[in-house]
């Protein structure tokens, strides 16, 4: 029977680990695309506040949008440049 | 100018002072702010075009039926999340990027947001320590 290397384990966990934190990418798109359903409501609602409605909007699905980046960053952190193996 | 524009302006105008005063400070504190540099740059152009492409998808959004405004709004995340994943994998491929600098870059616009419309409000910090239970009470 094979063993199994430490290096091996390493990126196998990693690779379970990047595709956990890949998960943290779909909230923000949730949470974008229900904000942008309840502005459409209130544009229709009360059309001549559209311009403030879509900044506040915007300002919020950007700062949303960050936090999906960071899960993306670990992702590919541990995929692509992983720390951990260099320190076997 | 709309309101949107106007934020849009606003942003831009803090975040090349910014990006300037992150580069000097790198040139001092650093081995190799050249790579640190480009990557501060490269992260920064694409947050800043993923921001325009956030406001031309919420502008389309709100003219749509609510349904429809929710499908396309999602679409469109998921394609700037795929390039932004471009981004950050290509900076860390390419060794005359620094893949911190690119993330710097992509971070500073919710910097910017977040000083410029939430912390630049004195209010925001005596609500922190006001009681709710006060306000009803009428104290």
């Known amino acids: 029977m094979e063993t199994i290397t430490g290096r091996a384990l390493i990126l196998a966990c990693s690779a379970i680990g990047a595709g956990l934190a890949m998960i943290a990418g779909i909230g923000p798109g949730i949470g974008q695309g229900y904000a942008a359903g309840k502005g459409a409501e209130g544009v229709g609602r009360q059309p001549e506040a559209q311009g403030d409605i879509v900044r506040t909007m915007l300002l919020g699905a950007a700062v949303a949008e960050t936090t999906g980046i960071y899960g993306l960053v670990i992702a590919l952190i541990l995929l692509f440049a992983n720390p951990l193996v260099g320190m076997l | ?139």
């Open chain 2, 1 to 139: 100018m709309d309101s949107v524009r106007k934020t849009q302006m606003t942003i831009i105008r803090i975040i090349i002072p910014l990006i300037g005063v992150i580069s000097l400070l790198s040139i001092f504190l650093l081995e190799n702010p050249k790579a640190f540099i480009l990557g501060l740059l490269f992260g920064t152009g694409i947050s800043l075009l993923n921001f325009f492409e956030l406001a031309n998808t919420l502008r389309r959004a709100v003219q749509m039926p609510p349904s429809k405004a929710q499908t396309f709004t999602t679409t469109k995340y998921f394609l700037r999340y795929v390039i932004t994943g471009v981004v950050i994998y290509i900076s860390i491929i390419a060794p005359y990027i620094n893949v911190l600098g690119t993330i710097v870059g992509l971070m500073t616009i919710k910097l910017i947001i977040l000083a410029t419309n939430l912390f630049n409000d004195k209010k925001y910090f005596q609500n922190i320590f006001r009681r709710k239970e006060d306000e009803s009470n009428g104290d």
